[in-house]
């Protein structure tokens, strides 16, 4: 009679419909690698790391603050060097732009504000004095409150940035720096081209009469014809260039 060779006794042999041991359970991870979950450990932040940063950070801050210290310090000694005609140049054009009135203007405003004082700088140097130099907007002031959806309206038309406005006090002495060191030769060019209607390169007569209109100036024909004749080098009639920086420079 044969005998069964499973020493287990009669039943399926395991692999072959063999029923799993009873301490394998369905929700064993380790009976059913499918339903196993695993987690990254959780490691405590480094506290060297923290104090590098926060010492990098103050760091940064020390030096910005020196900077700023440095620059207005340069500034106050150029304002002092204006004329009183610069300096009032520099409070027309802050008021002409500061349209709400609030004693600051804002990344739009600042940039006519430059240009219209012969400074016409690209986006990012605008945004740079605005972190270096600017305040966070007011919020306080009824009348900057009120005016806020304007300036929001012209900000969002320019993509210029909500966080920063400048004071007169910084603008003024930002200014004064940049007059102070502007080359007298840009500013004489700056003004012969106010003088030189359509970019002819040279100053006429006709030039001549319109400047002293519009400066209100009472001077007759004659007096105009004889101010070209006295600088009038090449004998063309016209005040050129050179012959008008040399008028300026004596």
């Given at each position: 009679?044969?005998?069964?060779?499973?020493?287990?006794?009669?039943?399926?042999?395991?692999?072959?419909?063999?029923t799993?041991?009873s301490?394998a359970?369905?929700?064993?991870p380790?009976s059913?690698?499918?339903?196993?979950t695993?987690?990254?450990?959780?490691?405590?932040?480094?506290p060297?790391?923290?104090?590098?940063?926060?010492?990098?950070?103050?760091?940064?801050?020390?030096?910005?603050?020196e900077d700023r210290?440095?620059?207005?310090?340069?500034g106050?000694n150029?304002?002092?060097?204006?004329?009183?005609?610069?300096r009032?140049?520099?409070?027309?054009?802050?008021?002409?732009?500061?349209?709400?009135?609030?004693?600051?203007?804002?990344?739009?405003e600042?940039?006519?504000?430059?240009?219209?004082?012969?400074?016409?700088?690209?986006?990012h140097e605008?945004?740079n004095?605005?972190?270096?130099?600017?305040?966070?907007?007011?919020?306080?002031?009824?009348n900057?409150?009120?005016k806020?959806?304007?300036?929001?309206a012209?900000?969002?038309?320019?993509?210029?940035?909500?966080?920063?406005?400048l004071?007169f006090?910084?603008?003024?002495?930002?200014?004064?720096?940049?007059?102070?060191?502007?080359?007298?030769?840009e500013?004489?060019?700056?003004?012969?081209?106010?003088?030189?209607?359509g970019?002819k390169?040279?100053?006429?007569?006709?030039?001549?009469?319109?400047?002293?209109?519009?400066?209100g100036?009472?001077?007759?024909?004659?007096?105009?014809?004889a101010?070209?004749?006295?600088?009038d080098?090449?004998n063309?009639?016209?005040i050129s260039?050179?012959?008008?920086?040399?008028?300026?420079l004596g």
């Amino acid at each position: 009679m044969a005998t069964s060779s499973n020493p287990l006794g009669p039943g399926p042999r395991y692999g072959l419909g063999r029923t799993a041991p009873s301490h394998a359970q369905p929700n064993n991870p380790l009976s059913n690698p499918q339903q196993a979950t695993f987690s990254t450990p959780a490691f405590p932040p480094n506290p060297k790391n923290a104090q590098r940063l926060e010492s990098e950070r103050l760091e940064r801050e020390r030096k910005a603050r020196e900077d700023r210290e440095r620059m207005d310090a340069a500034g106050q000694n150029s304002l002092a060097e204006l004329s009183e005609e610069q300096r009032e140049e520099i409070g027309e054009a802050f008021n002409l732009f500061d349209l709400d009135k609030d004693g600051h203007i804002d990344y739009h405003e600042l940039k006519v504000a430059m240009k219209a004082l012969g400074f016409d700088l690209p986006k990012h140097e605008i945004l740079n004095i605005l972190q270096m130099h600017g305040v966070s907007s007011p919020t306080s002031s009824s009348n900057a409150q009120s005016k806020q959806p304007a300036r929001q309206a012209a900000q969002q038309q320019y993509g210029s940035p909500l966080r920063q406005l400048l004071s007169f006090q910084a603008f003024q002495t930002l200014m004064a720096q940049r007059i102070v060191s502007r080359d007298p030769q840009e500013e004489i060019l700056r003004a012969f081209e106010l003088f030189d209607e359509g970019g002819k390169g040279r100053i006429t007569l006709q030039d001549l009469t319109r400047v002293a209109r519009e400066l209100g100036e009472a001077l007759t024909h004659d007096e105009l014809v004889a101010m070209i004749e006295e600088f009038d080098m090449d004998n063309d009639n016209a005040i050129s260039q050179e012959e008008f920086i040399n008028i300026c420079l004596g």
